[in-house]
Nanobody
């Protein structure tokens, strides 16, 4: 059973930066895709970014491209989301999620197998 624990959320002013972390444990497969999603109040959960753990390939939503960077530390089995130039519309609960036994960068949250508990990011205008 994969377990994911996010951290690093908080309150930041518009234009500022935050780095989210997602520590993974309990893995038994050899290939994974891990993604970041977010959900604002009253809105559906939306894709932010994904990374193939084996290949290191990445994919971003257009709304965050050029501002956010997804990365992973294989030794620490930890996923990161560096968020720069934050905007008020980035305010949401951010979740990391993992799809096992694949190298395909998936954007549909319904297809992910495991989820973290989420961390709140609030950007003040």
């Amino acid at each position: 059973q994969v377990q994911l624990v996010e951290s690093g959320g908080g309150l930041v002013q518009a234009g500022g930066s935050l780095r989210l972390s997602c520590a993974a444990s309990g893995r038994t497969f050899t290939s994974y895709v891990t993604g970041w999603f977010r959900q604002a109040p009253g809105k559906e959960r939306e894709f932010v970014a994904a990374i193939s753990w084996f290949a290191g390939s990445t994919y971003y939503a257009d709304s965050v491209k050029g501002r956010f960077t997804i990365s992973r530390d294989n030794a620490k089995i930890t996923l990161y989301l560096q968020m720069n130039s934050l905007k008020a519309e980035d305010t949401a609960v951010y979740y990391c999620a993992e799809k096992v036994n694949t190298r395909v960068l998936i954007t549909d949250p319904e297809l992910y197998d495991y989820w973290g508990q989420g961390t709140q990011v609030t950007v003040s205008a």
